[in-house]
Structures are given as structure tokens and as C-alpha cells.
T-cell receptor
Framework: SAVISQKPSRDICQRGTSLTIQCQVD?????MFWYRQQPGQSLTLIAT?????????ESGFVIDKFPISRPNLTFSTLTVSNMSPEDSSIYLC????????????FGSGTRLTVV | QKEVEQNSGPLSVPEGAIASLNCTYS??????FFWYRQYSGKSPELIMS??SNGDKEDGRFTAQLNKASQYVSLLIRDSQPSDSATYLC???????????WGLGTSLAVNP
């Protein structure tokens, strides 16, 4: 299965600023996903990153707040814009190859704290 | 609203016992089912996937799927303290390849 390198692993940011999280996959993957996970909670899907087209956002998440890029089949970025303390969370990227039965691999996560 | 439900736990078992984790789902057309393990502070790790009715075994782990009853379970035999983690059930929802996640069951294996 694919291996995903995610960075940064953690960051402390000032409110009002933006942070870009990067995920690099060691092989070409068709779908990449961005999740948010609050401590002790399950995963909340932010958006699906599509190569060559705009990301598909879930209810409650908008492109202006969480712009996503997917320039090729091995790379994606998520930007958390105009941050507030409520954006403090763990952000995870995930990828699947062409066969969903193989499951989905996760990056190591980015722990974001907004002060 | 497609849903995946799990008991939040915590489920506590003694070392060496069998841990049984359960998951039910609402979407009858679901195709693939996954169990992920997540240690505190780490990202989820896929441990089992199952596609067909019946049992699938991998080492100490057995996944069981019953599509008629819409449940999937994970059995961990000879539980070890290192199995203490949160176990997330995920269901493949369809062609858009978006997983539907349960809230997870916390497992504690006591030495």
C-alpha cells in the first residue's frame, strides 16, 4: 500500500494566519482525502482532493477556509486560512489506490494549535 | 444519512482473552469494510479489510461480515497490552470512494 509523508507534524500558529499542510505519496493514487480529528473524536472528512479538478468539500467546509491543491497524482496540500483557536485540531491526509478493497492509507498527521 | 455505529467503550479485557468489537452500518449497498487501529497521538492504521460474508483471519485478528444483518465485527485473540488502542470501523460507501467512519471503540487490555 501507499506510503504518505505529511508535514509539518505539528505547528503553533497565531490567529488570523494561514498554514499549509503537505502530503507526498510514494506512488500514484487516484483519490486523496483530508480529514480533521479532534482529540478523542473520530474522523471528520473535510474534502476529497481530485487531480485536475476542484476539490469536493463536505458540508460545513468551504474552499475559502480550506483551499486544497492536487497538482498531480502523488501530491496534495491543504491550507487552513485565517485561523482561529477553533481550528486547533489534528489534520490527516489519506489516499486510496484504484481498488477500494485495499483500504486507505494515512499520513502521520499534523497537530495544529492556534493561539 | 448513511451511518456506522460502534460502542464507544471502553472495552476492557484481561491479557490473553478474546476482545470482540462490533460495528453496524445502515447502507445496504456498502461493499467493503475496514477495521483501523489508532494509538493515542498516532494516525489510523489499517489492520483488516473484508468484502464478502463470512470470516477473514489474519494472525490474531478475525474480521466477520454479515451483510444480511448489516454488521461487521473484529475479534482479537490472545489480546496483548499492545492491542490497547481505539478501533475504528469504516465502510466503503460507493463509487465516490468516500469512507463512512464509526466513532471508534476504545480497547484496554489489562496485564
Amino acid at each position: 500500500s501507499a506510503v504518505i509523508s505529511q508535514k509539518p507534524s505539528r505547528d503553533i500558529c497565531q490567529r488570523g494566519t494561514s498554514l499549509t499542510i503537505q502530503c507526498q505519496v510514494d506512488s500514484q493514487v487516484t483519490m486523496m482525502f483530508w480529514y480533521r480529528q479532534q482529540p478523542g473524536q473520530s474522523l471528520t472528512l473535510i474534502a476529497t482532493a481530485n487531480q485536475g479538478s476542484e476539490a469536493t468539500y463536505e458540508s460545513g467546509f468551504v474552499i475559502d477556509k480550506f483551499p486544497i491543491s492536487r497538482p498531480n497524482l502523488t501530491f496534495s496540500t491543504l491550507t487552513v486560512s485565517n485561523m482561529s483557536p477553533e481550528d486547533s485540531s489534528i489534520y490527516l491526509c489519506s489516499a486510496s489506490d484504484s481498488n477500494p478493497n485495499y483500504g486507505y492509507t494515512f499520513g502521520s498527521g499534523t497537530r495544529l494549535t492556534v493561539v | 444519512q448513511k451511518e456506522v455505529e460502534q460502542n464507544s467503550g471502553p472495552l476492557s479485557v484481561p491479557e490473553g482473552a478474546i476482545a470482540s468489537l462490533n460495528c453496524t452500518y445502515s447502507d445496504r449497498v456498502s461493499q467493503s469494510f475496514f477495521w483501523y487501529r489508532q494509538y493515542s497521538g498516532k494516525s489510523p492504521e489499517l489492520i483488516m479489510s473484508i468484502y464478502s460474508n463470512g470470516d477473514k483471519e489474519d494472525g490474531r485478528f478475525t474480521a466477520q461480515l454479515n451483510k444480511a444483518s448489516q454488521y461487521v465485527s473484529l475479534l482479537i485473540r490472545d489480546s496483548q497490552p499492545s492491542d490497547s488502542a481505539t478501533y475504528l470501523c469504516a465502510v466503503y460507501a460507493g463509487n465516490n470512494r468516500k469512507l463512512i467512519w464509526g466513532l471508534g471503540t476504545s480497547l484496554a487490555v489489562n496485564p
